[in-house]
């Protein structure tokens, strides 16, 4: 698809007081501060904790924000749906702890909203550590313009996009509220392109916009403990069967399970035991997946 670059904005009265933050949190208190502290100064600032084992909430409490501490993990749809119903404000900016504000973020987004009434959803443009640009993809979308050598590097425009990742989502909560929030059935992963989808179904906007930024810290947001990513790979292919089947597309499940299947003994060869919970999590997702197994009943700890 064609991308639009839209031009930038006059200046908007709407300020920090119509945007609340939400934070979805699970064993973050490694990383949760640096996000805190990179947020406009008494910025609205709901924390949700999806029962985290941690000092995740206790860090939270400190820097002001308002808690919101489950007593199981919901998930991340659910814990941000829980989050964004608790805001009273025009808008809300779904973060992952492991983001962190950069320049004039919020108002660069704000400004961008206010002037195009079609636009649900807008994101910055985030960075890794080494200043690359780390929120072009994941693996069943891809925002192909981010790789090119072109202006679009060096800031200035903002963009119309199919998809943006779920790690920063600026939204107009009326309209998140009406499009029925994030699905609930996806436990975690790709609940963003689920929305992504149902918003242009709507015939909204979907905004990139490049001059608004932010770093990411990919991966740092939960632990990488072995078991605990062996589950993770268990959702992300239970989320991407029931996402693919919803919007009717190809989900090639006999495939995944053959490659996922040989690769998985070639790890008794090997004895390389970090790719052998992988693809034993690849697997059990599809197959729990084609049997019925709800997300929700397989729930992380």
């Excluded at 949700?48 to 749809?77: F, H, P, R």
């Excluded at 943006?164 to 436990?187: H, P, R, T, W």
């Excluded at 069967?241 to 490659?259: D, E, F, T």
């Amino acid at each position: 698809r064609t991308v639009s670059i839209i031009q930038k904005p006059k200046h908007t009265s709407v300020g920090l007081d119509d945007v609340t933050i939400v934070i979805v949190a699970f064993n973050s208190a490694r990383i949760l501060g640096k996000c805190l502290a990179s947020l406009p100064k008494g910025i609205k600032t709901i924390l949700v904790d999806n029962a985290s084992g941690d000092n995740t909430s206790a860090i939270g409490q400190a820097a002001g924000c308002k808690v919101i501490t489950l007593v199981e993990n919901m998930g991340y749809g659910t814990a941000a749906n829980r989050g964004i119903d608790r805001a009273d404000s025009k808008y809300v900016f779904l973060l992952n702890p492991d983001i962190v504000l950069l320049n004039d973020c919020i108002e660069i987004l704000i400004e961008a909203a206010e002037t195009m009434p079609r636009a649900a959803m807008l994101g910055p443009r985030q960075l890794n550590a080494e200043g690359v640009v780390a929120n072009k993809s994941n693996d069943l979308e891809k925002n192909s313009y981010l790789d090119e050598p072109t202006e679009m590097q060096a800031g200035g425009d903002r963009r119309s996009v199919d998809f943006l990742v779920g790690s920063a989502l600026f939204m107009k909560s009326a309209l998140f509220a009406n499009i029925g929030q994030f699905d609930e059935n996806i436990f975690l992963f790709y609940e963003e392109n689920d929305l992504c989808d149902r918003f242009i179904a709507a015939d909204y906007q979907i905004i990139l916009v490049n001059e608004a930024l932010a770093t990411h810290d990919i991966g740092s947001s939960t632990s990488n403990v072995n078991e605990l990513e062996m589950k993770k790979r268990w959702h992300m292919a239970w989320s991407r069967q029931y996402y693919l089947r919803k919007n009717n597309k190809p989900s090639r499940a006999s495939w995944i399970i053959l490659v996922n299947f040989l690769k998985l003994s070639m790890t008794f060869i090997t004895m390389n035991k970090k790719k052998r919970l992988r693809y034993q999590g690849n697997l059990g997702g599809t197959i729990g997946y084609l049997r019925g197994v709800k997300a929700q009943d397989r729930k992380m700890k």
